[in-house]
């Protein structure tokens, strides 16, 4: 934790995972519910380099993000046609979080999912950010958090990057685990695992 230019590592924090909970209906094939909790063995300390975004409130929907600009990090590539990931420093883009009606319209075109679109797309646990030209999370960027700031200053994670089509496209949209989605989900494996390793 902390790195975000791997030549300069004085100010970061390792730790090992001591478990993994992976959804149970995670499914590979089609990324839906592309969502685990991890326990680690030592804390994380917040300092000036390593810090929290917090988790939506409670009761928040998806809806809750549509049509705000957000932020999405991550070390991922910076162009869908050159396989130059990881970026030596990491990188940071706003997008904007659409309804899902016009990310689903987005991704039923016949160059993109076509048909298809439903069995990729999960209106319920997904969120869809980005379509403006070059400004898009892309390959090496699954699990970057999506995070929104709201009324009162606080930054909140709203989604966390699962898959997109051809990065940085206009028109077409990343697509986000939705952290509200799985918000019981989320905060049942914390209370159990907090449990377990006491």
Partial sequence: MGVWNPSLTINT???TVAKIEVHPFFNPLTLKNDIAVLRLVTPMTRSAYINTACMPLSGSTSAT???QRCVVSGWGQTSFFINNAPTNLMKQVFVNVVDYTTCRTSFSAANLLST???TYL???GEICAGGESQKDACSQDGGSP???QDTSGVYRVAGLVIWGKNCGQPGVYGVYVSIPAYYNWIETKI????????
């Fill in 146 to 148: 999506l995070v929104c």
């Fill in 122 to 124: 999960d209106g319920n």
């Fill in 65 to 67: 993000f549509v049509g």
């Fill in 13 to 15: 924090v390792s730790s």
């Fill in 191 to 198: 209370q159990t695992l907090n449990a377990e390793f006491g």
């Fill in 116 to 118: 298809n679109v439903d």
